[in-house]
């Protein structure tokens, strides 16, 4: 797992168990756990293929290539809220990405890259102990 911004408190234990399977089943997984938590959260509509006319809608209603696939709104441990960006197989962050995730870092947001639903579950988890 890979954390652009710093923790200040004892972080979470990782199992490293990549996620086997396809991203936006990722997504409805951490998704549910999320809701269990009743964490205050939201997922981007971002990412997915879109025709052209709905993509320029998209891009001219704000939305923003590059933002992460769990924003956490609830400040915890010191910052502002928690990104978490979901990856799987050999997927590795976007330029878009890593610029997005560093504007959070600096406007004081934990972001973390996760490779693995059991790291994500121990994240959201460490968030809201």
């Not at 234990?13 to 549910?32: H, L, M, N, T, W």
Request: aromatic content about 12%; glycine content about 10%; overall charge neutral.
């Amino acid at each position: 797992m890979h954390q652009p911004g710093r923790m200040t408190e004892e972080q979470p234990k990782f199992i490293e168990r990549p996620y086997v399977g396809r991203e936006d089943e990722f997504q409805k997984a951490i998704s549910i756990y999320l809701k269990f938590t009743g964490a205050f959260w939201f997922h981007p509509p971002n990412g997915g293929y879109r025709k052209p006319n709905e993509a320029s809608k998209f891009k001219a209603m704000g939305v923003l290539p590059g933002i992460p696939d769990c924003m956490i709104l609830d400040g915890r441990h010191g910052f502002v809220g928690m990104a978490i960006e979901l990856k799987v197989g050999n997927n590795k962050p976007t330029d878009n990405q890593d610029r997005v995730h560093n504007q959070l870092v600096s406007s004081g947001w934990l972001v973390c890259i996760t490779w693995s639903l059991d790291d994500a579950i121990a994240l959201v988890d460490w968030w809201y102990q």
